[in-house]
């Protein structure tokens, strides 16, 4: 009982310390404000050139701050790739600006990223940073080092080598591809790219061989290694999992050398994770700490039933990983959404492949490059033909999502439940005298069983204006999973660049934010896809859409006008099993007991004018959606319909001038006006003589650019709340 | 990290996720040392007195029993005792263990048993006549800690004779029977009489005719359509633990199992 009690009262003090260490200690405000546009500091991350923009982490007097310039020429940009350097100082000329907050319901919070790391602002350079005169400590001339080792990487050796070379041995992974960084990062494998405990140990155990061989006493070697740890940390760039993995190689160096002391692994790491937090308390939100920590520990936790119960090194294998998924599952669900089945049988292909093989012989031909190129050159050739089927298969799978769960975003008290229930089956699967693996896959079905009958039971419905910029996407999701309907899907137009401003992996954003929503909102399939007409702010995300999520039916205006892209994109939808269909004024397109009426075109007009305009009845207020529709398509609607009543209108054509005439909104007397445009977009949408109008007629005016997305949740026949991704 | 409490060295047991949440301070045997305990497996122990049958050439076992129950069985004392279980098999380093526990006044040795005794009593609630609601209340009960209004056993450790006692300072069977943290009854007296059993040879265990125990009569009431369970540190022929069940016999106990650390 007196150690229960002693144990209580040390889990107060320590809680105490780190609660006041939160509070007061390590607590950071800014102290910079927009007034200061010139700055001196120290670059401390590794420039990122992508395309025409260069990024860096750079330390002002005050705080570290995000850098970034836009490159006006090529020149320019080689003159900066030889001299900006990290270590060295600069002065900077620009403006601060907050990072972007989200503007979609589910998207990345970058302000939030960043802050988690004490960063507050992002310094938009005027001018190249001017290259100031500064003397190195010992670590940024390591960090220097580095830079010039991944460079060499990068130029020495083909893809994907040299990317996998630079993450494997430097920690660093923005030199891969960017589809097979991605693919390795949907099918659960990305930790093997990370620096992690095993290249720790790898490296002690070979820098231990040699000192001793070289004759070297035991308790000197243990001295030299402890100070060659920090050195590899920085070396391999200081990420979370870095520092875990040596830091505790340090401790135990360390109480080898004591010798009194008697440490499990799980009080090493618990030692470690106190230490790091008490640092830092803000490790605790990065991703990288969380799950670097948690599947650690998990390993650790169950490596003697593992052990017991399965003998094969394969078998072993596909435990742990199935064992880690568990345990990283409720910090990767709610940013990834999904969960692959596939990615079990990944790691089962991979980690054997690259801890014992890839890993030794990349180290082998980096080293091998400084003595004899011609050698380094055929051992990354072998690498990267040892590697060019299992990428083949990885990217089949990236690109073919197979046994993939969509969970979505899981509300709070589902997340708790689940952990819960994970952590329940792992006991009971370590009781279980017999293997018992059912129990560790209970948590996977069951948890998405709950998802899809808490989706089937729910009588809340939703349409949501998502922020896709400049262009338009409405989904709609029906009430007990009867229907999910995307009126469009934004686009991009896309213009010709030269090749030096390319952006590695520019943003798309039907895969960016249309896909994104779609699989946060844990939607498997879309019902129904309607193409309001052929521009590429409407369509244009289809493409990212087909052969990532199921499309049932697509539905286009008979005057459709496809470019040869989109008939191929058409087609390539057909092969994939979507029906497509062609709907005209009169049609109606039934949802069980909702009904979406089709009231134009009726004739083929100008491409606006043969958007499809759709009006349905939803939580008791009468929507229209009219694409792209301008007046002359809104008097056809009007002689048509001459008693039309509308509560909700989606303002056609972004609130172009020559849409939404005041003829058009006497006869349907909206109540709400939804505005879906871009954030100073080229076209000056929405017009303000349009503002103008509907304000006169005291329409309620709701905009993507102001609001961010737009969420409006019915149930019944009552609107239960309309939400707004921007927080006013 | 824990000293080991037979040969003191450093230990620790490999964490796993059911003892994640729990504070651990007991008191335990290394790895090292309990690999050399022999655990009897539970699915190949004799129906009857719970002896490892592994070790046992198949011509003595018939029906899943050992022919020495067989033997009980058909003898004048057959259903005094309904069951025997045991946990380990006495060994060599078992009756290190036990000697200095029980003749060298170390007491602690059984406090590293006490998990594994735990877990013994909740196969015996498992396996009883209960109806699997009952069984399941007592078994949520005991893991919770809690103490039951009814219990599903009443606990009765093998005494000692008073001299004995006095010389010991502690009574064994007491011991273990306080690991399972359930209520005692001390239902049994023995009298004076000479010689340990430990001392005594096989024909002269079995033939012990005049029984050292007797009933308590304090405690009829509470024998009275009980199940009991015996507690005694070793089984080795059964004589002794008959001879309890027989004393028992007058309280008329609904039946009468008993649980022995080692067998053999």
Same mark, same amino acid.
């Given at each position: 009982?007196?150690?229960?009690?002693?144990?209580?009262?040390?889990?107060?003090?320590?809680?105490?310390?780190?609660?006041?260490?939160?509070?007061?200690?390590?607590?950071?405000?800014?102290?910079?404000?927009?007034? #200061?546009?010139?700055?001196?500091?120290?670059?401390?991350?590794?420039?990122?050139?992508?395309?025409?923009?260069?990024?860096?982490?750079?330390?002002?007097?005050?705080?570290?701050?995000?850098?970034?310039?836009?490159?006006?020429?090529?020149?320019?940009?080689?003159?900066?790739?030889?001299?900006?350097?990290?270590?060295?100082?600069?002065?900077?000329?620009?403006?601060?600006?907050?990072?972007?907050?989200?503007?979609?319901?589910?998207?990345?919070?970058?302000?939030?990223?960043?802050?988690?790391?004490?960063?507050?602002?992002?310094?938009?350079?005027?001018?190249?940073?001017?290259?100031?005169?500064?003397?190195?400590?010992?670590?940024?001339?390591?960090?220097?080092?580095?830079?010039?080792?991944?460079?060499?990487?990068?130029?020495?050796?083909?893809?994907?080598?040299?990317?996998?070379?630079?993450?494997?041995?430097?920690?660093?992974?923005?030199?891969?591809?960017?589809?097979?960084?991605?693919?390795?990062?949907?099918?659960?494998?990305?930790?093997?790219?990370?620096?992690?405990?095993?290249?720790?140990?790898?490296?002690?155990?070979?820098?231990?061989?040699?000192?001793?061989?070289?004759?070297?006493?035991?308790?000197?070697?243990?001295?030299?290694?402890?100070?060659?740890?920090?050195?590899?940390?920085?070396?391999?760039?200081?990420?979370?999992?870095?520092?875990?993995?040596?830091?505790?190689?340090?401790?135990?160096?360390?109480?080898?050398?004591?010798?009194?002391?008697?440490?499990?692994?799980?009080?090493?790491?618990?030692?470690?994770?106190?230490?790091?937090?008490?640092?830092?308390?803000?490790?605790?939100?990065?991703?990288?700490?969380?799950?670097?920590?948690?599947?650690?520990?998990?390993?650790?936790?169950?490596?003697?039933?593992?052990?017991?119960?399965?003998?094969?090194?394969?078998?072993?294998?596909?435990?742990?990983?199935?064992?880690?998924?568990?345990?990283?599952?409720?910090?990767?669900?709610?940013?990834?959404?999904?969960?692959?089945?596939?990615?079990?049988?990944?790691?089962?292909?991979?980690?054997?492949?690259?801890?014992?093989?890839?890993?030794?012989?990349?180290?082998?031909?980096?080293?091998?490059?400084?003595?004899?190129?011609?050698?380094?050159?055929?051992?990354?050739?072998?690498?990267?033909?040892?590697?060019?089927?299992?990428?083949?298969?990885?990217?089949?799978?990236?690109?073919?999502?197979?046994?993939?769960?969509?969970?979505?975003?899981?509300?709070?008290?589902?997340?708790?439940?689940?952990?819960?229930?994970?952590?329940?089956?792992?006991?009971?699967?370590?009781?279980?005298?017999?293997?018992?693996?059912?129990?560790?896959?209970?948590?996977?079905?069951?948890?998405?069983?709950?998802?899809?009958?808490?989706?089937?039971?729910?009588?809340?419905?939703?349409?949501?204006?998502?922020?896709?910029?400049?262009?338009?996407?409405?989904?709609?999701?029906?009430?007990?999973?009867?229907?999910?309907?995307?009126?469009?899907?934004?686009?991009?137009?896309?213009?010709?660049?030269?090749?030096?401003?390319?952006?590695?992996?520019?943003?798309?954003?039907?895969?960016?934010?249309?896909?994104?929503?779609?699989?946060?909102?844990?939607?498997?399939?879309?019902?129904?896809?309607?193409?309001?007409?052929?521009?590429?702010?409407?369509?244009?995300?289809?493409?990212?859409?087909?052969?990532?999520?199921?499309?049932?039916?697509?539905?286009?205006?008979?005057?459709?006008?496809?470019?040869?892209?989109?008939?191929?994109?058409?087609?390539?939808?057909?092969?994939?099993?979507?029906?497509?269909?062609?709907?005209?004024?009169?049609?109606?397109?039934?949802?069980?007991?909702?009904?979406?009426?089709?009231?134009?075109?009726?004739?083929?007009?100008?491409?606006?004018?043969?958007?499809?305009?759709?009006?349905?009845?939803?939580?008791?207020?009468?929507?229209?959606?009219?694409?792209?529709?301008?007046?002359?398509?809104?008097?056809?609607?009007?002689?048509?319909?001459?008693?039309?009543?509308?509560?909700?209108?989606?303002?056609?054509?972004?609130?172009?001038?020559?849409?939404?005439?005041?003829?058009?909104?006497?006869?349907?007397?909206?109540?709400?006006?939804?505005?879906?445009?871009?954030? #100073?977009?080229?076209?000056?949408?929405?017009?303000?003589?349009?503002?103008?109008?509907?304000?006169?007629?005291?329409?309620?005016?709701?905009?993507?650019?102001?609001?961010?997305?737009?969420?409006?949740?019915?149930?019944?026949?009552?609107?239960?709340?309309?939400?707004?991704?921007?927080?006013? | 990290?824990?000293?080991?409490?037979?040969?003191?060295?450093?230990?620790?047991?490999?964490?796993?996720?059911?003892?994640?949440?729990?504070?651990?301070?007991?008191?335990?045997?290394?790895?090292?040392?309990?690999?050399?305990?022999?655990?009897?497996?539970?699915?190949?122990?004799?129906?009857?007195?719970?002896?490892?049958?592994?070790?046992?050439?198949?011509?003595?076992?018939?029906?899943?029993?050992?022919?020495?129950?067989?033997?009980?069985?058909?003898?004048?004392?057959?259903?005094?005792?309904?069951?025997?279980?045991?946990?380990?098999?006495?060994?060599?380093?078992?009756?290190?263990?036990?000697?200095?526990?029980?003749?060298?006044?170390?007491?602690?040795?059984?406090?590293?048993?006490?998990?594994?005794?735990?877990?013994?009593?909740?196969?015996?609630?498992?396996?009883?006549?209960?109806?699997?609601?009952?069984?399941?209340?007592?078994?949520?009960?005991?893991?919770?800690?809690?103490?039951?209004?009814?219990?599903?056993?009443?606990?009765?450790?093998?005494?000692?004779?008073?001299?004995?006692?006095?010389?010991?300072?502690?009574?064994?069977?007491?011991?273990?029977?306080?690991?399972?943290?359930?209520?005692?009854?001390?239902?049994?007296?023995?009298?004076?009489?000479?010689?340990?059993?430990?001392?005594?040879?096989?024909?002269?265990?079995?033939?012990?005719?005049?029984?050292?125990?007797?009933?308590?009569?304090?405690?009829?009431?509470?024998?009275?359509?009980?199940?009991?369970?015996?507690?005694?540190?070793?089984?080795?022929?059964?004589?002794?633990?008959?001879?309890?069940?027989?004393?028992?016999?007058?309280?008329?106990?609904?039946?009468?199992?008993?649980?022995?650390?080692?067998?053999?």
């Amino acid at each position: 009982m007196r150690s229960t009690h002693s144990l209580f009262i040390w889990c107060l003090v320590v809680g105490a310390v780190f609660g006041m260490n939160m509070l007061w200690v390590t607590q950071q405000e800014t102290k910079l404000s927009p007034k #200061n546009t010139l700055f001196q500091g120290k670059i401390i991350s590794i420039p990122g050139f992508d395309g025409n923009v260069v990024s860096f982490q750079y330390k002002t007097e005050d705080e570290v701050v995000v850098v970034r310039y836009t490159l006006l020429s090529n020149s320019e940009k080689r003159i900066l790739q030889k001299n900006l350097h990290a270590g060295n100082s600069y002065r900077i000329i620009g403006q601060l600006e907050k990072p972007n907050s989200p503007t979609n319901f589910h998207s990345f919070n970058y302000r939030q990223y960043l802050n988690h790391e004490h960063i507050y602002w992002i310094l938009t350079a005027e001018k190249p940073p001017h290259p100031l005169p500064s003397s190195l400590t010992p670590v940024e001339r390591i960090m220097q080092w580095r830079e010039k080792q991944i460079y060499r990487i990068q130029n020495t050796f083909p893809e994907p080598i040299d990317g996998l070379m630079s993450a494997l041995i430097f920690g660093d992974q923005s030199h891969m591809p960017v589809e097979l960084q991605k693919a390795y990062q949907t099918l659960g494998i990305v930790h093997i790219l990370a620096v992690s405990g095993l290249h720790v140990v790898l490296l002690l155990a070979m820098v231990n061989f040699i000192c001793l061989r070289l004759g070297m006493i035991r308790e000197h070697v243990l001295f030299l290694l402890l100070l060659f740890i920090p050195i590899y940390v920085i070396l391999t760039g200081a990420e979370a999992s870095v520092i875990r993995a040596g830091l505790t190689g340090m401790f135990v160096l360390g109480y080898t050398l004591i010798k009194k002391v008697h440490l499990t692994s799980i009080d090493l790491i618990s030692i470690v994770f106190l230490v790091m937090v008490f640092y830092d308390p803000e490790f605790l939100f990065q991703m990288g700490f969380q799950l670097s920590f948690l599947a650690t520990s998990a390993i650790l936790l169950s490596a003697h039933t593992i052990h017991k119960k399965a003998f094969s090194y394969l078998e072993q294998l596909l435990w742990l990983s199935v064992i880690c998924e568990l345990a990283t599952f409720s910090i990767l669900i709610p940013s990834f959404y999904q969960f692959s089945f596939i990615s079990f049988f990944m790691n089962m292909l991979f980690v054997p492949l690259m801890t014992n093989i890839i890993l030794p012989l990349s180290i082998m031909t980096y080293t091998v490059s400084y003595i004899y190129s011609p050698l380094s050159f055929v051992l990354s050739q072998f690498m990267s033909s040892l590697l060019k089927y299992p990428h083949r298969i990885l990217l089949y799978f990236y690109y073919h999502p197979h046994f993939v769960l969509t969970y979505g975003s899981l509300t709070p008290v589902m997340l708790f439940c689940m952990v819960l229930l994970i952590y329940v089956c792992l006991c009971l699967w370590e009781h279980r005298l017999k293997r018992g693996e059912y129990l560790l896959l209970i948590p996977f079905i069951f948890m998405y069983t709950m998802v899809v009958l808490s989706g089937t039971w729910s009588s809340q419905g939703q349409v949501v204006f998502l922020d896709v910029g400049q262009g338009d996407s409405v989904l709609i999701q029906l009430p007990h999973h009867r229907g999910t309907i995307l009126i469009d899907t934004g686009g991009i137009v896309p213009y010709k660049t030269e090749a030096w401003k390319k952006k590695k992996d520019p943003f798309k954003v039907g895969r960016d934010v249309v896909l994104h929503e779609l699989r946060a909102s844990g939607i498997h399939q879309i019902d129904m896809l309607i193409l309001t007409h052929s521009d590429y702010d409407h369509i244009g995300g289809v493409k990212d859409l087909i052969g990532q999520i199921p499309i049932r039916k697509l539905i286009i205006s008979p005057w459709f006008n496809p470019s040869t892209a989109d008939i191929k994109m058409l087609k390539q939808a057909y092969r994939q099993g979507t029906k497509i269909q062609k709907v005209q004024k009169g049609d109606t397109i039934n949802f069980s007991t909702y009904a979406f009426h089709v009231l134009s075109p009726a004739t083929n007009q100008d491409s606006n004018n043969n958007s499809i305009v759709l009006q349905t009845n939803l939580g008791g207020l009468n929507w229209l959606f009219t694409g792209d529709l301008e007046e002359e398509g809104e008097n056809q609607l009007t002689k048509n319909y001459p008693r039309l009543s509308i509560d909700v209108l989606k303002v056609g054509h972004h609130g172009s001038r020559s849409s939404t005439s005041e003829q058009f909104l006497n006869v349907i007397k909206p109540k709400y006006a939804m505005i879906s445009v871009g954030k #100073n977009n080229r076209y000056g949408h929405p017009n303000q003589e349009v503002l103008q109008r509907l304000s006169s007629l005291h329409v309620k005016i709701m905009r993507t650019d102001q609001l961010g997305a737009i969420r409006w949740s019915f149930k019944n026949d009552q609107i239960t709340r309309v939400d707004f991704a921007v927080q006013q | 990290m824990s000293l080991c409490l037979w040969c003191q060295s450093i230990y620790a047991h490999p964490l796993d996720f059911r003892h994640l949440f729990s504070v651990s301070n007991q008191v335990g045997y290394c790895p090292q040392c309990l690999v050399k305990l022999e655990q009897i497996p539970a699915h190949q122990s004799c129906r009857l007195c719970g002896r490892d049958l592994t070790k046992l050439d198949a011509i003595y076992i018939k029906d899943g029993t050992c022919l020495d129950c067989k033997k009980w069985e058909e003898g004048p004392s057959h259903g005094l005792l309904e069951k025997n279980y045991a946990l380990y098999s006495y060994n060599d380093f078992m009756k290190e263990i036990m000697s200095a526990f029980k003749f060298r006044g170390d007491v602690l040795l059984a406090e590293g048993f006490k998990p594994i005794v735990q877990m013994l009593y909740k196969r015996v609630i498992k396996e009883s006549s209960l109806t699997w609601f009952e069984k399941a209340r007592y078994l949520f009960f005991y893991q919770m800690g809690w103490q039951f209004k009814e219990y599903p056993y009443v606990i009765v450790p093998l005494p000692l004779s008073q001299k004995r006692l006095k010389e010991r300072g502690y009574n064994q069977s007491v011991v273990l029977a306080e690991l399972l943290q359930q209520r005692i009854i001390p239902a049994i007296r023995r009298s004076e009489d000479g010689g340990k059993q430990s001392k005594k040879g096989r024909a002269e265990r079995l033939n012990t005719i005049q029984n050292p125990f007797r009933l308590d009569s304090d405690y009829t009431d509470a024998i009275y359509g009980q199940c009991v369970l015996l507690i005694d540190d070793i089984y080795t022929t059964g004589t002794t633990l008959r001879l309890a069940a027989a004393a028992l016999k007058v309280a008329k106990p609904k039946h009468v199992i008993s649980l022995t650390l080692c067998h053999g």
